[in-house]
């Protein structure tokens, strides 16, 4: 297929983190006077299923451990500058209890049926007075539920990047779902099994395909595609970039997704 003959530039990059931590040395990481409970990370992001989702855990670590404790939490709602209370559907634990000698545990926040397609971002927060100044008392997490797809029938997919030689494309019959709160269509298993894509249309009808992985190479494993273009007559044609995340690029393709008829 062509986008074996126009691979370009495949390099390997590497980097090193210069990242160390002792936890079974406290004396030397930590002098402070409080607890010094923290989050691991100031942000978190989650994304859900449309279905069968439950929810997720926050980890908290604190420096002196030598005896049990629990310690109070608050959680809000962040919308714009704002806070305010958590909706009924996500429910955040008011404590968090470390065992003696533990440094690290969990608190299991629980999501229910948050609306699809929207970013819900929850702030979590330590007592300030169980934190130092370097420590991270605050949390954002992103919560986001996908939309809920309905399938519209089998379509149709032209390819460049697949074609063979001599071939400007190579055709296939294709199963496309489309969102049922807006006009994103997905195709499914359209490359290779397992890996739909997404395409986003506007008001305008133009098209974006965001970064995500379309199927696997033999030598370097999963291939991500993304791109731009616009649905016109019920034709979704796109220029897709085939690459490997830090590695390198396979080009750039003409797609055709004809979506079904209606």
């Known amino acids: 297929m062509k986008v074996n003959k126009y691979i370009i530039g495949m390099f390997v990059a590497t980097a090193t983190l210069f990242v160390s931590c002792n936890t079974d040395n406290e004396g030397d990481i930590y002098n ?6 923290t989050f691991a990370t100031g942000t978190q992001s989650v994304s859900f299923p449309s279905t069968g989702y439950e929810g997720f ?4 670590l604190r420096a002196k451990s030598s005896e049990a404790t629990t ?3 608050s959680a809000t709602l962040v919308v714009g500058d704002k806070e305010q209370e958590l909706p ?4 955040v634990p008011s404590s968090v209890s470390f065992a003696a000698g533990e440094f690290k545990t969990n608190i299991h926040v629980t999501v229910g049926d948050i609306t699809p397609g929207q970013n819900y971002k929850v702030k979590i927060s330590l007592p300030e007075e169980m934190v130092t100044i370097d420590q991270t008392s605050d949390k954002v997490i ?3 539920r996908d939309y809920t797809f309905s399938s519209l029938g089998t379509g149709t997919f032209k390819s460049a990047a697949m074609a063979e030689e001599g071939e400007d494309f190579t055709t296939w019959e294709v199963e496309v779902q489309k969102a049922d709160q807006i006009s994103w269509y997905k195709a499914m298993n359209l ?3 397992g890996y739909n894509i997404v395409f986003k ?3 305008a009808n133009e098209v974006t395909v965001e970064s995500q992985p379309a199927w696997k190479h033999a030598s370097y494993g999963e291939v991500f595609v993304s791109g731009k273009g616009a649905l016109e007559d019920g034709v979704i044609t796109v220029k897709l970039s085939h690459d490997v995340p830090n590695v390198g690029g396979f080009g ?3 797609e055709i997704l004809y979506l079904p008829a209606k």
């Not at 402070?32 to 409970?37: A, F, L, P």
């Not at 855990?57 to 908290?60: A, G, K, W, Y």
Request: proline fraction near 0%; charged fraction near 25%; avoid cysteine.
């Open 57 to 60: 855990d926050v980890e908290v």
């Open 252 to 254: 750039e393709f003409k």
């Open 142 to 144: 992103t919560v986001y």
């Open 32 to 37: 402070g006077t409080t607890m010094g409970v």
């Open 71 to 73: 310690i109070n939490l």
């Open 191 to 193: 490359y290779e099994k």
């Open 88 to 91: 009924a559907s996500i429910t």
């Open 201 to 203: 249309v506007n008001e």
